[in-house]
């Protein structure tokens, strides 16, 4: 039995990206704010100090910071044909624990969607009519426009800092920026990072085809930065170990850097770590939270009543806890009826691998987030009509580092041990660069997430099940992307070259991006979403699940952080300025 | 006796690695931790990682190590490119490492059932990676002795070595009870991140992986660097220990 703790106004669940903007701006708006986190504590000194932040085996292989697939995991297979086993070690996605989330193993790559993104449904049909449309797609417009959505995004850039050059500033274009980003109110917050040679080469070879090549928005900051809550960050020293790893140098932005100095000021604010939120409680009409139960580290529940419950796990554990809570209608693939866990979607990438015999890349000189893009084959920049696909994706330079363990090209048919491997790796280390496209996923009928029927976690509860697999239209989406990049590397003169575009199926083993979206979708429609414009459940008023990537309706070319943090903002302002006033429904 | 320092480092790493051991209390505070009005920190309370040190064998049996050496040696062979597997560490890595939590799978999530599945779901065993050695090493060492006149597999010349190695790794050696493939896959990939790996976990010794590619290790600084295209960065790998010739002569 729960033992009941005094009310709070609001409890937030989980203490991320998401759950430390919303706890920063409801605890300054007044209210008593309890954010309880299932991992432990973390800051800069104690967990990735740069004495050893640079240890590639603990964090990149080990996966020192992120969840223990014995603390939560999830099962998974590629159709429902297939019975799903569970993900005993994470791979091909690693989400975070602890204070921070995945804003601290992120890598920094902060990009807005498209104005078209956000009408994706409308617009394709608009252009190319409906047929165009695979009849198992299911994607949708969102039910927030980037016009409305611009000023969270400029908001979310500012706390973090981010270093970038404006393509479009109020709807006048400007050079060396994205020519295609939706219009910005503002410049980025500090200019690009440097970059390195193989970015350079890139932007040459780009500009020389006609493309218009910029540096990819970075949240490891160019130079020092104070943000709008008196953070003062650090110049990012190109130290190349960004993703899987905490910035020792307080120049990544993440809640530790940005959110939670400010954030631990305020008196009516309390952080409660290693205590897991079991489920969401309901009252008797089943349309209000009365608060969540959780378990401590010795074992023991707790009930925390409050007036407002704010889901911030990572999107696929919001998910799990909606669906173990019983709010709102699980999503059954036969009959295309429910809502929740429709829409899973996750990113389709590929790459090209150069040679550049004659040139000394350093490719240990990196950061998450430097490297020159172009965005000339995202979304609908690129006429679709007789492509055969819809979608697309940015693509570039920009290797995130030159990390031994996990990178070593090699030329094509070196074998993977012996005297000949030993010197085609010492050889080829300096002189090779991995350029990568970052493509879209579109939903499916038959992509989702519900409850496993077997497997339990550690505290009895049913994992979450996942059955997901690429279509034909992100395969061929790939392709032609991939075929695009290969011109670019093939006009930077490589020694060799070698494309790998996305092939199915979907592998759970090879590492490809942690950017699981939707299970929880935003939008106009309770027939076709969990939650409403404002990020607010349908079925229950005083729940919200600001902005993690599993409220996108499908996920586009983009990174999802910058859109998970404008949406945090968004549904921020949406409470204290309309729920609070009069609490209900607001659409 | 163990200090605070200790105790809380160890909680931690338990509350991280197991996830929670529940224990029966009838306690009336939370456990777990309530953080109010402050940025918890704690002098010293880092986790840095222990360095390993020479020693006897951890986890191996001398058997076993003797063909872990000789194995790691074949995979990555000492020649005019720097040192092999065996002079850099790379047994010792994997030692100490079978030794520790990825050698009891720690962390990992090991429920019941274990049903064979398609190779996109990952591994799905209840076999352990130091399990997965033992048996490993012993099915070899059984399939080497009947199959070379009761040799053992280090008493083989280097050619005969490569020879049974490359038929692991194609699976047309079968081991009794043991993924001849897998094994091999692991082994290698447990050698090149000890190869590659900082050496305060036992292997890249004197940072031959690191000097082999041109890596300068735990620098953590390249502002200077950034933009000096085309010219190779002059200083030489440091790792989380600092270098040798950072020591005192004294």
């Known amino acids: 039995m729960a033992r009941k703790l005094p009310s709070k106004n609001v409890v937030v669940i989980g203490l991320g990206w998401t759950g430390s903007i919303l706890s920063y701006h409801l605890a300054k708006a007044g209210l008593d704010v309890v954010a309880i986190e299932r991992g432990p504590w973390r800051d800069t000194a104690t967990d990735f100090p740069p004495a050893y932040a640079q240890d590639e085996l603990r964090y990149a292989i080990r996966l020192d910071l992120f969840l223990r697939p014995a603390q939560e995991t999830l099962t998974f297979r590629n159709r429902a044909d297939q019975t799903a086993l569970p993900i005993r070690n994470f791979a091909g996605f690693l989400p975070g624990n602890g204070v921070g989330g995945a804003g601290i193993h992120w890598n920094g790559q902060t990009w807005r969607f498209l104005s078209t993104d956000f009408r994706l449904r409308s617009h394709l049909t608009e252009r190319y009519g409906a047929s165009m449309l695979p009849g198992d797609m299911t994607i949708q417009d969102w039910p927030v426009s980037y016009d409305e959505l611009e000023p969270y995004y400029d908001r979310f850039e500012k706390l973090c800092g981010t270093s970038g050059k404006a393509g479009n500033l109020k709807g006048v274009k400007q050079d060396g920026g994205n020519p295609f980003e939706g219009w910005r109110s503002s410049e980025y917050p500090t200019p690009p990072l440097k970059q390195g040679l193989g970015a350079t080469l890139f932007a040459e070879a780009a500009r020389k085809l006609g493309h218009s090549p910029f540096p990819q928005p970075a949240s490891n900051l160019s130079e020092a930065y104070t943000n709008p809550l008196g953070i003062r960050m650090g110049q990012c020293s190109y130290c190349g170990f960004c993703e899987r790893f905490g910035c020792g140098n307080y120049s990544k932005a993440s809640p530790q850097t940005c959110v939670l100095p400010a954030l631990m000021r305020l008196p009516n604010f309390t952080a409660q770590t290693e205590s897991e939120v079991l489920r969401i409680n309901l009252d008797s009409t089943g349309k209000r939270a009365t608060g969540v139960t959780y378990v401590d580290t010795s074992g023991e529940e707790w009930e925390q009543p409050a007036d407002i419950v704010l889901l911030c796990a990572f999107a696929l554990f919001n998910v799990q806890l909606m669906l173990i809570s019983g709010i709102g209608k699980p999503y059954d693939p036969d009959s295309g009826q429910g809502v929740l866990g429709r829409n899973y979607a996750y990113q389709t990438t590929s790459s090209v691998s150069v040679i550049l015999k004659d040139k000394v890349l350093n490719p240990f000189i990196a950061t998450g987030a430097h490297g020159m893009m172009i965005d000339d084959y995202n979304g609908d920049n690129f006429d679709h009509s007789n492509l055969g696909f819809v979608g697309g994706g940015y693509m570039g330079a920009g290797q995130t580092n030159g990390r031994p363990i996990q990178t070593r090209p090699v030329p094509k048919g070196t074998p993977k041990w012996g005297a000949a491997w030993k010197k085609a790796t010492a050889e080829t280390y300096q002189h090779a660069y991995s350029l990568s496209t970052h493509g879209s996923s579109y939903s499916y009928r038959d992509c989702w997430l519900d409850l496993d029927p077997t497997y339990k976690d550690r505290l009895g509860r049913p994992l979450m099940r996942m059955t997901f697999d690429f279509h034909d239209n992100e395969l061929k989406m790939s392709a032609y992307l991939t075929e695009r990049l290969a011109e670019i590397a093939k006009a930077m003169n490589p020694t060799e070259m070698q494309a790998h575009p996305r092939k199915g199926p979907y592998d759970s083993t090879i590492y490809q991006t942690t950017h699981n979206t939707g299970g929880t979708v935003m939008g106009d429609d309770p027939q076709t979403s969990v939650l409403n414009r404002y990020c607010q459940s349908w079925d229950v008023h005083n729940l919200f699940i600001p902005g993690g990537a599993s409220v996108f309706p499908q996920n586009h070319g983009y990174n999802p952080t910058n859109t998970v943090g404008a949406l945090a903002f968004w549904t921020a302002d949406a409470i204290t300025q309309l729920y609070l006033k009069n609490p209900g429904p607001l659409v | ?250």
Not at chain 2, 39 to 45: D, L, R
Not at chain 2, 104 to 116: D, N, Q, V
Not at chain 2, 131 to 160: I, P, W
Not at chain 2, 184 to 199: I, N, R, S, Y
């Open chain 2, 1 to 250: 006796m163990m200090d605070s320092q200790t105790s809380l480092r160890l909680s931690r790493r338990l509350f991280l690695t197991s996830a929670a051991i529940f224990l029966t209390t009838s306690a009336s505070v939370v456990h777990g931790r309530t953080i109010q009005q402050e940025m918890p920190w704690a002098p010293g309370a880092a986790d840095p990682p222990a360095q390993v040190r020479p020693g006897p064998w951890a986890f191996f049996t001398s058997d076993e190590a003797a063909t872990i050496e000789a194995i790691v040696d074949r995979l990555i062979p000492p020649d005019d490119h720097g040192p092999g597997g065996k002079d850099a560490g790379c047994a010792v890595f994997i030692d100490r490492q079978l030794a520790g939590p990825y050698g009891r799978s720690e962390g990992l999530y090991t429920r019941p059932p274990f049903m064979p599945g398609s190779s996109t779901q990952g591994y799905q065993n209840p076999a352990s990676p130091a399990g997965r050695y033992r048996n490993g090493l012993k099915a070899l060492a059984d399939q080497v002795g009947q199959s070379r006149s009761g040799k053992a597999f280090h008493e083989l010349t280097a050619a005969e070595q490569d020879k049974i190695l490359s038929a692991l790794e194609d699976g047309s050696v079968k081991l009794k009870d043991v993924d001849a493939k897998a094994f091999f896959a692991m082994v290698l990939q447990d050698t090149q991140q000890g190869f590659f790996a900082d050496p305060i976990y036992g292997g890249n010794r004197d940072m031959a992986g690191w000097k082999l590619v041109g890596f300068p290790g735990a620098r953590y600084d390249y502002r200077d660097w950034v933009e000096r295209h085309n010219e190779s960065y002059p200083l030489p790998p440091v790792s989380i220990m600092g270098r040798a010739d950072w020591l005192s002569k004294g």
